[in-house]
Structure formats: C-alpha cells, structure tokens
C-alpha cells in the first residue's frame, strides 16, 4: 500500500516540467532533510537535531547550487556548477564533522552522510534538468524499483545460496540475478515508451544502450542496497526508521537508488558528450 501511493506521487512530480522543475527540487528537499535526520538519528541517538541540522543544510547547499532553470536546445546538460557544489560538499563534511564532535563519538560518520548522500541528491537533480531529463529520471526510478521487486519476488520463489549472509542474511544469489533481469526489463521498457504528444522516444537511447545502462544501473542499486545492510550492522540497528509502513526508514528505500543514480548521470553524461548512443 506504501508503495501504490508514493510510487504514482514520484513519477507525476518527475514528468511536471512547468513552474521551472520546482516541484521536483521540493521533492528532493524534502528527501534530504528526512535523509539528514535518519542518519544523525543512527550516529548521535542521544541528540540527533544539532547533527541532522548541518547534514540538512550542506546536502541543501549543493542541490541548490546545481539547481538551474530547464535546459534549451542551446545548453541541453550544464556542466559549469558541479566544481562549485564538489567544492561545497567537501565543506559540508568538514562542518558536519565539527558539530558533530560535541554530541557524538561517530564524527566521522556525520562527514560520511554528507559524502554519501549529497553526491547522489546532485547527480539526481543535474540528471532531471538535462535535456530529455524527466524521461531519464524515469528510467533511472523504473530500474531501481524493478531490480528491488524482482529480486524479492526471485529470491522468495528460487531461493538457494546466500548473497552475503554476514551482513544481509535473507539475500540470495537467485533475488540478486532476478533483480538484474528485472532492472535490464524496465530500462528497456521505458526507453521503447513513445511520447504521445509526438510519437517521439521518451529518451533517445538505443535499445541496446538502455539494456547496458538497466544492467549496470541494476548491479549498483544491488550494491546500494548491500553497503546500506552494512552500515545499519555497524550501527546496530535493523532499519533506518520507520517512515514508511512496511518499507522502514527513507534510507531503506532509496539506498539503491542513491548507487543507481550516479550510474544513470554517468550515462546520460556520456551520451550528452556523444561517446555512446
């Protein structure tokens, strides 16, 4: 039921492109100070609010800074702000780190959260407002979401060896490879979807191309997934929270998608650049 109500929510607020994607930034807003709050939630249990304060706003600086008006055909893919927001996350870590030093042991960990979160909320952000972004942004949430419904459907259905019961006991091998089948089927599938306005492709990838792109993008919501079950067994707990019913804390949801999400900039970045179609 979670998921039939914020799937449908997401997807509507990636396609709206009026109002200069500000719908889309919001929800990506809002994303982070949730983010921002698990994790100091994780780090400093004893006094969360001061840690998720600073995360909160150095990930807000940097999406904000990457935050520009739609492409046109003259500028399809801005690249001139990343060294500004790079430059931006690494004082973020440096401040989260600080504040962090009076409440909590872990002030590293509070520097990480910034590294961890803020690349993939810049990626996802640069991703939506290149040219065609929305289409790509759909792919990309298509993917991640079919490699984790698969992979779940696989694993309970075949079952059979573990993927790595250390730090992701109910994992197996038969869920891993069914989530890849499943991300290669979806990025397939959005990139043969024509626009009805115009009969034009929802993105301009080849089909081959999108099968390249839905298998790596699949392998790193795999990853996503499996470095977050290890940072939940150092910290100790068995979710991020519990936002969601059914699903957890937000991390639990996104942790791929924050891996898929450079693999998906990166492509469109290559193809932008006219290495590959």
Known sequence: MSAAILAPAALVIVWLDWWDYLPFL?????????????????????APA???????????SVIFIAYEAPPSPQAPARLDYIWSAITMIAIGALAAAVVARSVTER????AYGVLYIAPAC?????????????GWTVMLLATT????????????????????????????????FGG??????????????????DGQ??????LAGAALVGLIGGLATMMGDLWESMLK???????????IPGHGGLLDRVDGLMFATIVFAGARLIVFLGWAH
């Open 107 to 110: 002030a590293m960990d509070a």
């Open 50 to 60: 001061r840690v998720a304060v600073v995360l909160m706003l150095s990930v807000l």
């Open 201 to 206: 492709p929802l993105i301009h990838l080849s």
């Open 122 to 134: 810049l990626a996802i952000v640069w991703l939506h407002e290149t040219r065609q972004g929305p």
């Open 26 to 46: 919001v929800l990506v807003a809002v994303a982070v100070s949730l983010l921002s709050y698990e994790w100091s939630v994780m780090i400093a249990p004893r």
């Open 180 to 197: 890849l089948v499943g991300a290669v089927g979806a990025a397939v599938g959005v990139a043969s979807i024509p626009l009805p306005s």
């Open 145 to 176: 979401w079919a490699a984790d419904v698969v992979a779940y459907v696989a694993g309970n259905a075949l079952k059979g060896p573990k993927l790595w019961p250390r730090f992701s006991p109910n994992k197996t091998w038969s869920g891993f």
């Open 233 to 243: 067994r150092r910290f100790g707990v068995k979710d991020s929270g519990d936002l």
